[in-house]
C-alpha cells in the first residue's frame, strides 16, 4: 500500500483504476517564412477558430456546471484575442519571419513566464490560461484532435495539470476523481470538480508516479489522502466513508419543502449566492428561499464595453421574473481588486485590494451607477428586488447613494416608467471601518449582509487570493467573529435584518454561532442549502446559545 498526501480541494471519495490523462502531442514545426502576410492570415485563421470553439465549450460549460465555469472559456475567448498577445506574435511572423506555430509557443512561454513572476497568486494561475490557449491555436493550426480518456470503466483521471477545455470535454461519467501534481484550490480543475461535485486532490507534485497507472487508487477530496494498492482494512474504512456522504445526500433530499427552523423555534432564512440568470435553475433545484446575493458585475465581465441600460434590464428581469416572489438581492457593480476589467480604464495601483473598486467607482463615476440603478428599478416592478452597495466604510457613501437612487426613481416617475416602490437597500459589511459605525449605517439602510471574506481580509491583513499565507487567513479569528457580534447587535437594535454571504455562511461548524448572536439570514451556493437546512434543523438554541454567548463574553470581553 502506498500512500500520497495532496490538497484536497472537492469533496468525496473516489475509487478504481489509476489512468493518467493521454494529451495528444502535436510536433513543433520552427522554420523561416517569406510571405509574412500569408503566414500572419494563418494565425488569424487559426485564432477565429479557437474563438468559436471556445464559445461552443462556454455553452457547454454552462449546461453541466453553471455559469461561473462558462465564465473560464469566456475569459480565454478575451484571451486569445488580447492585443499585446497579439501583437507578440505579429511582431514575431512580420519581423523575426517565424512560422506561426513557432512565434505563437515563443510568445505563450514569454506571457506565461511574466504571470509566473508576479506575486500575487491569481496572477500566477493566469499562466496556465495562456498555454492553453496558446495550445489551442497550435492544435487548431495542425489538424491535431484532442487526447482524452481511452478507457472502457470509469478511472481516478491523474495529470500534470487540466486546462479548463480538457476538464470541460472529458466523458464525466467515466471520471470518479481527479489528481494532479501542480493547481491550487483556485485552479480551474478545484472549481470545475467542485460543480461537479468530483473528489479532487491538487498539488501531489512528483510523488505520483507513471508506472502507478492501472494499480487501484482511492482518493478522498476532503483530506486530500491518495491510497494506492490499499488494504482491505483501508478500503473498507473509506468506502464506509464514501457511503455514509452518499446516505447524508439522500438524506439531505428529503429536507426540500422542509422549513429553516432550529428544535426550539428559532428561523433563518437560507438564500443562495448566484452569478447570472443562469443560476436561478440551481437555485430552485435546491429548494433556495430567495437570493441574497446576486453578483451583478458578471454582465461587465462578459462584454467589450459598458453594458447598456436595456441589457441589463432583461438580465435583472429573468432573474426576478423566475424567482417570482422570493427576494433577490442585487448587489451593485463590484470591480476592482482582483476583477479587472480592460475598457473601464483603470489605473495600476499598488494595493488594489485598497483602491478604486467597487462603489468607489459608482460614486466617482456616477453615470455607470445610474445606469445601473435605472436597470434594476425597472426591473423592481417584476418581483421583490433589494439593492446591496458593497465595500462601504462611510455613511457619506451610504447617503450619496440614496440620494443617487432617489433622483432615479424620480426619472424613472416622471418618464411613466413603472418601479416598486418597496425597493430595499441594503449595504455589504466588508471592513473594520463598517464595523465600527455599523450602529449608525444601520440608519441608513434596510438590512446589512457580511461579507466575511473580505472582512476577514481587512481585519487580518491577510491576502485572501494568496493560498501560501494557509492558517494566517482564518475566518474563525475571534476578531471576527466579534465583529459579527458587533453588526448584529447594532443592526437588531435599529430595527433591520443582518445576513451573512460570504464563504462562512456555509461553513457548518459555525451555524450555531451565527444563530446565538442573531444572525437573520445565511447566502451559500446553491449545493450549500440542503447541508445547512439540516445543520439548522439539528440545532436547538436554548442549549446551545447560552454557552456559546458566554464563551463570547470570557473570550473577547469588552473594555
Not at 445610474?370 to 439593492?387: F, M, N, P, V
Not at 458587533?486 to 454561532?513: Q, R, S
Request: charged share 25%.
Amino acid at each position: 500500500m502506498i500512500t500520497i498526501q495532496g490538497k484536497g480541494v472537492s469533496a468525496g471519495v473516489g475509487i478504481g483504476p489509476l489512468y493518467f490523462y493521454q494529451r495528444a502531442q502535436a510536433t513543433l514545426p520552427r522554420y523561416t517564412v517569406e510571405d509574412t502576410d500569408a503566414e500572419w492570415h494563418r494565425f488569424k485563421g487559426a485564432q477565429t477558430g479557437a474563438i468559436e470553439q471556445l464559445g461552443e465549450l462556454a455553452e457547454k460549460a454552462r449546461a453541466e456546471a453553471g455559469d461561473d465555469a462558462a465564465l473560464l472559456f469566456e475569459t480565454h475567448q478575451m484571451m486569445a484575442e488580447d492585443l499585446d498577445y497579439e501583437e507578440a506574435i505579429e511582431q514575431r511572423i512580420t519581423e523575426q519571419k517565424m512560422n506561426a506555430e513557432a512565434a505563437i509557443a515563443d510568445t505563450a512561454d514569454q506571457f506565461a513566464a511574466m504571470f509566473e513572476a508576479m506575486e500575487d497568486t491569481y496572477m500566477q494561475a493566469r499562466a496556465a490560461d495562456v498555454r492553453d490557449v496558446s495550445r489551442r491555436l497550435l492544435d487548431i493550426l495542425s489538424g491535431t484532435v484532442a487526447g482524452g480518456i481511452a478507457s472502457d470503466v470509469p478511472v481516478v483521471l491523474a495529470a500534470d495539470d487540466l486546462a479548463p477545455s480538457e476538464t470541460i470535454q472529458m466523458d464525466k461519467t467515466k471520471i470518479l476523481g481527479f489528481i494532479t501534481a501542480g493547481g491550487s484550490g483556485s485552479s480551474h480543475t478545484a472549481i470545475l470538480a467542485r460543480t461537479l461535485g468530483i473528489p479532487a486532490i491538487v498539488g501531489v507534485g512528483a510523488a505520483l508516479k507513471a508506472d502507478y497507472a492501472g494499480r487501484e487508487v482511492i482518493v478522498d477530496g476532503s483530506t486530500g489522502n491518495i491510497v494506492i494498492d490499499p488494504d482491505d482494512m483501508t478500503r473498507d474504512r473509506l468506502m464506509k466513508k464514501r457511503e455514509e456522504a452518499l446516505r447524508l445526500q439522500r438524506l439531505l433530499e428529503t429536507l426540500k419543502g422542509q422549513p429553516n427552523i432550529t428544535k426550539d423555534g428559532k428561523t433563518v432564512r437560507v438564500y443562495c449566492n448566484i452569478a447570472s440568470p443562469e443560476d436561478v435553475h440551481a437555485v430552485q433545484v435546491n429548494d433556495g428561499g430567495g437570493i441574497g446575493l446576486f453578483r451583478s458585475e458578471f454582465l461587465y465581465l462578459n462584454c467589450d464595453d459598458f453594458p447598456g441600460e436595456d441589457q441589463q434590464f432583461e438580465a435583472y428581469k429573468q432573474v426576478l421574473a423566475d424567482m417570482e416572489d422570493k427576494e433577490v438581492i442585487i448587489r451593485t457593480l463590484d470591480i476592482g481588486a482582483d476583477k479587472k476589467i480592460g475598457y473601464f480604464g483603470l489605473p495600476q495601483e499598488e494595493n488594489p485590494a485598497l483602491g478604486m473598486r467597487a462603489l468607489r467607482i459608482c460614486l466617482t463615476r456616477p453615470e455607470i451607477f445610474r445606469t445601473q440603478l435605472r436597470a434594476l428599478y425597472r426591473a423592481s416592478a417584476l418581483g421583490k428586488l433589494g439593492i446591496m452597495f458593497p465595500m462601504v466604510t462611510s455613511v457619506w457613501e451610504v447617503r450619496e447613494a440614496k440620494r443617487i437612487c432617489e433622483e432615479v426613481r424620480r426619472e424613472l416617475k416622471a418618464e411613466g416608467v413603472p418601479y416598486s416602490e418597496d425597493v430595499k437597500l441594503g449595504i455589504m459589511i466588508e471592513t473594520p471601518a463598517a464595523v465600527m459605525v455599523s450602529d449608525r449605517l444601520a440608519k441608513e439602510v434596510d438590512f446589512f449582509s457580511v461579507g466575511t471574506n473580505d472582512l476577514t481580509q481587512y481585519t487580518l491583513a491577510c491576502d485572501r487570493q494568496n493560498n501560501d499565507l494557509g492558517r494566517f487567513y482564518d475566518p474563525h479569528h475571534p476578531a471576527v467573529v466579534r465583529m459579527l457580534k458587533l453588526v448584529a447587535d447594532n443592526a437588531h437594535k435599529n430595527g433591520i435584518w443582518v445576513g451573512i454571504c460570504g464563504e462562512l455562511a456555509a461553513d457548518l461548524t459555525m451555524t450555531e454561532t451565527f444563530l446565538a448572536i442573531g444572525i437573520d439570514e445565511l447566502s451559500v451556493s446553491p449545493r450549500a442549502v440542503l447541508p445547512l437546512r439540516n445543520a439548522v434543523r439539528m440545532t436547538d438554541t436554548r442549549e446551545t446559545s447560552p454557552r456559546i454567548l458566554a464563551a463570547l463574553a470570557d473570550e473577547y470581553p469588552a473594555h
